[in-house]
């Protein structure tokens, strides 16, 4: 009887001991582009507005790109954003051309989680 006892005291200490140690705690990368829109901005050039949201329950930072075309010409934009748990955010990318210039202008947005994950 004692032998059973001391048994299961020992399988149920080896089960909390381990049950840390079956993987990593990554959480997953929650951030999302919600919106992107674009048009002419305060100074009437050519402005990429891109909204990024954190639905996640943590802290997390990502990298935000802005890939497209402008007059025939390819484009990446990059940049780092840093949100709190359910914040969002809106990033602004202004381009040295007045937008009543623009003859032909695609582009796309994503964001990525660092490159140190």
């Given at each position: 009887?004692?032998?059973?006892?001391?048994?299961?005291?020992?399988?149920?200490?080896?089960?909390?001991?381990?049950?840390?140690?079956?993987?990593?705690?990554?959480?997953?990368?929650?951030?999302?582009?919600?919106?992107?829109?674009?048009?002419?901005?305060?100074?009437?050039?050519?402005?990429?507005?891109?909204?990024?949201?954190?639905?996640?329950?943590?802290?997390?930072?990502?990298?935000?790109?802005?890939?497209?075309?402008?007059?025939?010409?390819?484009?990446?934009?990059?940049?780092?954003?840093?949100?709190?748990?359910?914040?969002?955010?809106?990033?602004?990318?202004?381009?040295?051309?007045?937008?009543d210039e623009v003859g032909s202008?695609?582009?796309?947005?994503?964001?990525?989680?660092?490159?140190?994950?």
């Open positions: 009887m004692e032998r059973r006892t001391f048994l299961r005291g020992i399988g149920v200490a080896t089960l909390g001991v381990t049950a840390g140690c079956l993987g990593e705690d990554d959480s997953e990368f929650m951030l999302r582009v919600v919106d992107q829109k674009f048009g002419a901005g305060e100074d009437g050039a050519l402005t990429v507005w891109v909204t990024v949201s954190n639905p996640g329950n943590e802290a997390q930072t990502g990298t935000v790109y802005v890939r497209g075309e402008l007059e025939g010409d390819s484009f990446v934009r990059v940049r780092e954003v840093e949100l709190d748990a359910h914040e969002t955010t809106e990033l602004t990318i202004v381009f040295e051309i007045a937008y202008f695609n582009f796309d947005s994503s964001v990525e989680p660092p490159e140190s994950q």
